[in-house]
């Protein structure tokens, strides 16, 4: 099943997105069910949030996942929405 991971950053997280980076995109790559990923900017063109479509079996395993996320263990977002998603293009 498709899943969308939408996640929103605290204020003033730009640095603790920095500093986990190159371990959320390594947990990306590693994890297997990342379809596709990539940061929201702000009007001034700096990451601000996320949006990941997983391919995972049920929602346990996208909560899962999210949860191991090293963002998320950074604590770098204010929220995170997780809910199924269909693809009609692309």
Request: aromatic letters at 6%; a negative charge.
């Given at each position: ?10 204020p ?7 500093a ?48 191991g996320?090293?963002y ?8 995170v929405r ?7 293009v692309?």
């Amino acid at each position: 099943m498709l899943v969308a991971v939408i996640c929103t950053d605290k204020p003033g997280a730009l640095e603790t997105r920095k500093a986990n980076r190159d371990a959320h995109l390594a947990y990306l790559k590693e994890s297997g069910v990342v379809a596709q990923a990539g940061p929201f900017l702000d009007a001034d063109g700096m990451m601000c949030g996320s949006l990941l479509i997983l391919d995972v079996a049920d929602m346990d395993a996208a909560h899962a996942w999210a949860d191991g996320d090293p963002y998320a263990k950074a604590g770098l977002f204010a929220d995170v929405r997780i809910v199924q998603w269909n693809r009609v293009v692309g």
